[in-house]
């Protein structure tokens, strides 16, 4: 029997370790948090909180579209280069109006995922290949498309509006916008017929092709969601550095896969939780953060590029658990 | 399996065998044949191409990555892949400045310090490959989630060796590995010769060679063989490791600085196109290490004639991704 | 259905084959190897389609063209392996694709009602929301069986679905069976059990080599007409003398040395699929190891071979208890195995012949890990000749090679490595008459040899012919054991046909 599927003993000692295990990596988060909070002064101020989630919020709707990629048992290296073909596009677009500044980078980055899903759904290529080839075309496109160069974004536009915008006062739009989109994607995950199909394909693809399930189909638009999202990041990124980048992204894709397995998907596929990688988004962001304030504040010095050993030493962390679960119920 | 079925799926494998056969010689044709094509288009329309200059420009900007895609080529040869590569050269190219220049005895005598700064890193590399060994054989992790981790906080590791910033190089004695010519050809390429003829000749000739591609053609039946699958297999990792050390140390040598950021940047997907337009299948069975030389050749050539016939430098970016999907499309209606 | 014709090019996996099952019943469907029980079930669940004939429902002629058609058609089907998403719940498995819906999304509550509903009629209540994975087998059986029936389909085909079930679990599985069968339903049950066909059928058919053989009602059919019919009438002619003129190379002519003890293994077991099977092979031997479709016997060689990790039980070889924790070991102590599945275990594809036959012997070709082509090559030359295999070049790849002749670049590769003790697990299976011949003289001529040899079959005739003993297993255990001369045909067809019963009877 799988270890890591929910028992059901109603001791009290259970459930207080298994909501421990199931939520690690929150209990992990908020306790970060509070350690920051002590430690530096003014890290949980007003405005330090609000960028952290302007900032991050870019993160976090490519890592919602990766979610569904890897649970199918794929994954997407391309979205790094999509956000920096989006935030060109979003750039150029940007004295037409709202609306193809909005629209066009966004469809571009679902169509580098149509792409994508059908090198890998109908030609079966490894989906590590089909998009580390698209990273590299999607470079060059954008790179072509910017003629080399960053694009400004025209100031009078209403994306930058957007993008600084916050709600109620406080609330960044960028971050109202991700709720929504998180919390549709917890729907469309665990309560519509689309998101059981997309586990099953993850789970056991043989059995899903058996009873039914458009295997070639969801394979298709998960990555067309990956590309979209990430290509919705990109305009946020135009919309916030003022300016189409089209070196921009390089790495994201990195920072995403790892948040997203920290968060608590498998790499394997066929197990994913949408609010997990949410909090690895957050949580990455913050050791990023911490870092920041450990190199003004702190008595260590801690450099930036850290972070990817962070990174990097989490994600084999949650690995090797990973497999440990998997290896003992074979 | 009944009988019936593996009657038919027998027969139905010698036809397809025999077109099986045509499609492969033409894919190992194929490669050389596109290269001869294009060295001689080269040749013709392209001016300053038939000098020594533009051959050696060539070959020392394709060295590195044919090194590092041997690794790839033997590693994908048993059914794994390797995204570390990319990080295991800026390791070992953060490395060696930091073994020559410090200040240690033996190491402040020049010439250990020298000899270590060739040793170490790629043995350091080597054991990051090990590594990644341990996590496939023991750990049963797919090859791509266990080199992941390498390949995400790989790069770190090298910045948190140069502090976050680059090196310059100034060592002669060092650089000789990327800037000297020994009886006038570039060392590096040297180099890569050798490193291709003894993989080639490890594939063809010795036990671990045929394990490899043994290994790579059904695990299952290899391992019923008696074929030793967990050694072969943490083999290829420190193999690939070592390769991906050695090439760190060209690259820093060339350019004179260990820039941890830009270090081997994309260098998993040189290789693994090298591997892949050279003819060896991504399932593996095969070491075409051979094809993997000529796919790199190619790929380097293909971007040298675009960019010196005034293509610009992202459109030939566009132009290989396109070429290396339609080499690796080609391998899967192979199969 | 009638006059099913399916064709693959260059073989008949189903030649006119014939089945009427009638509504109410529950219709057994039983066959070797090769006989074509899993194309027939293909056809029916619309994996494959017929060359020829026809499929008739209730008297309408029906056109399968995938799966998802046939459930849509009314068949439902239960495999083997039930064939369900792990972390998906119950319920969710029960309604994949066809779930209770509002508006957009799934209503839970409605699943989970309907689901429970639905287990119900099968006599199963359980906790719908916990994902399936954390069930027993028999337990996801029958939520596979729920989802069959979701679609109200009338005919089912239970694809051996015993096969991971214990004692208990099969009761209940029967007892559902039987309420079905009320219902008016028709149910093709595919087995080799032939226990629980008895237990449960009304009338069973028989396949062999593609065609309908038999169609009889159970009461008037006893488990040795049954077995008879499975496995073929006896081949009037012996084939013992084939090995003389053939120009074998052999020194020491028909001394067969006995007594020596090569091989005993004692009361090995690795559950589900072994479970106490014990037999010794001496010097010289052919032992035969006989049984039905899942008696357990390809498991007992692997467990000897330590290709699988054995739960209980001990190996000994020439004397010294052995723990083999890999093949590797076990070849270098002189065993060599011969798998039954030649595409998946045996040959090594897009290899060359000479690669395949010296892969085991490789570390004795080689010094300092250099291999010597020129020894390779000679050892090769001298099985080409000495197995009279047909080949283009010593290069060729092995993929080209025809099925018996890669059989016997296989049977080869061990001959490399002078083992103890051979194991073949069903050499002559999907190969040619003459090469078939060949192979078995060469066996014959191996043991004649001094070499052990233990071989799983499922011709009898091979294993009467050939071996000096002939164990057989019944549902993993070694049930029985004959060593006449000659050995009788009906004392193994009882042996296999009785199963375990003979163990109770004899007090083996």
Known sequence: MPTDLPSSDPSLKMVGIRLFRENVVLVVFLALTLLAAFRYEGFLGHHNVTEFLRYNARFGFIALGMTFVIITGGIDLSVGSVVALASVLAALCSPYGLLPTLVIPVLAGSLVGAINGSVVALAGVPSFIATLVSMMAARGVALILANDQSIPVDLQSTVITIGEANIFGWIPAPVILLILVYVCGWFVLNQAPIGRQVVAVGDDEAAARLMGVSVHGIKFWVYVASGGLAGWAGVLLAASTFSGLPTEGVGWELQVIAAVVIGGTLLTGGSGSVGGTLVGVLLLGLIFKILDFENGVGGYDLKAHWQSVIRGAFLLVVIVFQSRRAVKDR | MPAGKSFFVLRGARHRARRHHLINALQQYGTLIALAVLV???????????????????????????????????????????????????????????????????????????????????????????????????????????????????????????????????????????????????????????????????????????????????????????????????????????????????????????????????????????????????????????????????????????????????????????????????????? | MSDIWKTFPGVTALAGAELKVQRGEIHALVGGNGAGKSTLVKVLT???????????????????????????????????????????????????????????????????????????????????????????????????????????????????????????????????????????????????????????????????????VLTESTKSLSQIDLVTAMLGRRRKASHRSLSQGRGFHSDVDDQREHGTEVLRASHLSRLPRLVDASLTVKTGEVVGLAGLLGAGRTELARAVFAADPLQSGEVSLSGRHVRFTCPAEAIRAGIGFCSEDRQVEGIIPGLSVRENMTLVALPQLSRWFIVSHYRQRQLVQRMIERLGIKIASLDQPIDELSGGNQQKVLLARWLCTLSRLLILDEPTRGIDVGTKDEIRAIVDELAAQGLAVMMISSELDDLIDHCRRIVVMSEGRTIAEFADDPIKVDSILAAMAHGTEVLEMSGD
């Open chain 2, 40 to 335: 001689i288009f080269n040749l013709t329309f392209t001016p300053g191409f038939r000098s020594t200059l533009a051959l050696y420009t060539n070959l020392i900007q394709v060295a590195p990555i044919v090194i590092v895609a041997t690794g790839m080529t033997l590693v994908i040869a048993t059914g794994g892949i390797d995204l570390s590569v990319g990080s295991l050269m800026a390791i070992a190219g953060a490395l060696a400045p930091i073994v020559f220049q410090a200040s240690v005895w033996p190491l402040n005598q020049q010439a250990v310090g020298t000899a270590l700064a060739f040793v170490l890193p790629v043995l350091v590399a080597g054991l990051f490959g090990w590594c990644n060994g341990l996590l496939i054989t023991t750990r049963r992790l797919q090859p791509i989630i266990a080199t992941l981790v390498l390949f995400i906080a790989g790069r770190g590791i090298a910045q948190v060796l140069t502090d976050g910033g680059h090196i310059e190089i100034n060592r002669p004695d060092f650089q000789y590995i990327a800037l000297g010519r020994p009886w006038g050809v570039p060392l590096q390429v040297m180099l890569m010769l050798i490193v291709v003829l003894l993989s080639v000749g490890m594939v063809k000739f010795t036990t671990v060679g045929r394990y490899i591609v043994a290994i790579g053609g059904s695990r299952s039946a290899a391992w019923l063989a008696g074929v030793p699958v967990t050694t072969v297999t943490w083999f290829v990792y420190i193999i690939s490791g070592c390769l991906a050390g050695m090439a760190g140390l060209i690259e820093i040598a060339i350019i004179s600085s260990a820039d941890p950021n830009r270090l081997g940047l994309n260098m998993e997907l040189h290789a693994i196109a090298a591997v892949a337009v050279g003819g060896t299948p991504l399932t593996g069975g095969q070491a075409r290490v051979l094809g993997t030389l000529l796919g790199a050749v190619f790929i380097q050539l293909i971007s040298y004639t675009l960019l010196t016939h005034g293509v610009p430098y992202a459109a030939a970016q566009v132009v290989n991704a396109v070429l290396i999907l339609a080499a690796v499309l080609l391998q899967q209606v192979k199969s």
């Open chain 3, 46 to 212: 619309g994996a494959a389609r017929p060359d020829q004939g026809q499929i008739l429902l209730d008297g309408r002629k029906v056109d399968f063209r995938s799966p998802s058609q046939a459930q849509l058609g009314g068949i439902g089907t239960i495999y083997q392996e039930v064939n369900l998403v792990p972390r998906l719940s119950v319920a969710e498995n029960i309604f994949l694709r066809y779930e209770p819906r509002r508006w957009w999304m799934i209503d839970r509550n409605r699943l989970n009602d309907q689901a429970n509903k639905q287990l119900e009629r099968i006599g199963v209540i359980i906790d719908v929301t916990r994902p399936l994975a954390t069930y027993s087998p028999a337990i996801q059986q029958m939520v596979a069986l729920a989802r069959a029936m979701l679609l109200d389909c009338q005919w089912l085909i239970m694809d051996e679905p015993t096969s991971s079930l214990d004692e208990r679990e099969v009761k209940v599985l029967f007892e559902v069976m039987r309420q079905l069968k009320k219902q008016g339903r028709a149910i093709l049950f595919v087995s080799h059990r032939l226990s629980e066909l008895y237990a449960v059928c009304d009338r069973i058919t028989v396949l062999r080599d593609g065609k309908t």
